[in-house]
């Protein structure tokens, strides 16, 4: 049987993957930028990450996640040790979550680009939580491409979904 707290787990596991990442990274590598390639580099692509993350944890217990009202810490966007610092206070949140949570209905609002009647639309706490994984999947995958354009290391299933890891995992191995 399935775990029913992966995705809680899961989420708790790409955040610590970041401050893995952060571990030894200089300002100037969570900073830098490499113009017109990319306008952001490290640090705001994990603090638009983190505020997601955030938001989900403020609005849940309500039952109403506003993603739109990211708090954009300037701070945590250039300073890879109060990133990490946030990071952690996330992790032990998340980990506050009960499996009992994870049906629960909710509202989810999300600017999509166009003004509609109602930009609330139905979720739950378990859906989500694998929104956030996709989406910050997303942005590592950005992110392991600006530390590679510097000429850093990047673990190798950084940035990967999940699913294109395992489908990676079960090709054959190619004949020499």
Not at 115 to 142: C, N
Request: charged share 20%; glycine share 6%.
């Amino acid at each position: 049987m399935a775990n029913p707290r992966a995705a809680i787990l899961d989420n708790i596991y790409y955040l610590q993957q970041a401050t893995v990442l952060l571990a030894d990274m200089t300002p100037e590598t969570f900073t830098y930028k490499n113009p017109p390639l990319y306008q952001n580099g490290v640090g705001p692509h994990l603090r638009h990450c983190m505020d997601h993350v955030e938001l989900f944890l403020q609005g849940y217990a309500d039952g109403h996640v506003d993603y739109d009202q990211r708090p954009r810490r300037d701070l945590q966007q250039q300073d890879p040790v109060a990133m990490c610092l946030w990071i952690r206070e996330l992790i032990e949140k998340l980990k506050n979550l009960q499996v009992e949570d994870l049906p629960r209905s909710l509202k989810v609002k999300m600017d999509c680009g166009s003004e509609m009647m109602d930009p609330w639309s139905g979720s739950t706490v378990f859906r989500e939580l694998q929104f956030l994984i996709s989406h910050t999947v997303h942005h590592f995958a950005l992110i392991a491409m600006i530390l590679r354009d510097q000429g850093l290391p990047v673990s190798e299933g950084f940035g990967v979904a999940p699913s294109t890891l395992k489908f990676a995992a079960e090709l054959p191995p190619c004949a020499p």
